[in-house]
């Protein structure tokens, strides 16, 4: 063999080597990305929820789309007409937690249990709102007086509904957010690395990294 040749195929070992790395670290970089956006689109879906802010047109259109007729109780309606809302407005839940699963998935595949793991601090927030708003509309429906339910009743209430980020104020709020923070220490590191070390920056750049302070949706 030749020097030339010796060389041409050195070279390309390292080419093919660089490549590999590249393809290992850009699998990374998606399941990172791919997850991270999940993990906001989830929070931003239980801010969706927690809305304190709740108008007749919305209870309206949820009682229309779901199909519920007003019995001409007033009490009746007015409740039917908040459970209704509350309804749809868990569809984003649902949905949200849908492209966790399969985000949370994807990222278990390269990262084992730690990809999943990412993901449940903020499942738990889903559970404890799920509680708070069942007791919540129960509550609602039964009116019972006695001291174990008054202090359930305002456990629930701090937990359905949003206040702001302001821990005193709300400390589900906080919760939610130190469950995405924790999200953001695994993943970020991992988008960060491929930025780093992405070796040929010419190339077509990647999708742009979901943004922290994205708006809640409708």
């Known amino acids: 063999m030749t020097l030339a040749a010796a060389g041409g195929a050195i070279a390309a070992w ?72 509350y309804t749809e407005r868990w569809k984003a839940i649902g949905e949200a937690g849908a492209d966790l699963d399969v985000a949370a998935l994807e990222a278990e595949v390269l990262w084992g249990a730690q990809g999943p793991a990412a993901t449940w ?39 359905v509904y949003y206040l702001g980020d302001d821990p005193e104020l709300d400390p589900f709020s906080a919760k939610v957010n130190g469950a995405v923070t924790q999200a953001e220490t695994l993943l970020r590191p991992k988008i960060e690395e491929y930025h780093r070390n992405r070796p040929w920056p010419w190339r077509r750049p990647p999708s742009p990294l979901p943004r922290p302070d994205a708006p809640p949706t409708a």
């Open 121 to 159: 601090p903020l499942r738990v927030c889903v559970l404890d709102l799920n509680w708070a708003l069942g007791y919540y509309l129960a509550e609602r429906r039964q009116s019972r007086a006695d001291e174990a339910t008054r202090k359930l009743s305002e456990k629930a209430f701090g937990i």
């Open 14 to 85: 390292y080419g093919l080597d660089a490549w590999r790395r590249q393809l290992a670290g850009r699998a990374d970089y998606d399941a990172a990305v791919g997850l991270l956006r999940a993990t906001y689109r989830m929070r931003n879906a239980i801010r969706r929820v927690r809305a304190p802010m709740m108008f007749a047109s919305e209870e309206a259109h949820a009682l229309k789309t779901q199909g519920i007729a007003a019995t001409g109780d007033v009490g009746k309606d007015y409740l039917a007409g908040i459970e209704a809302a």
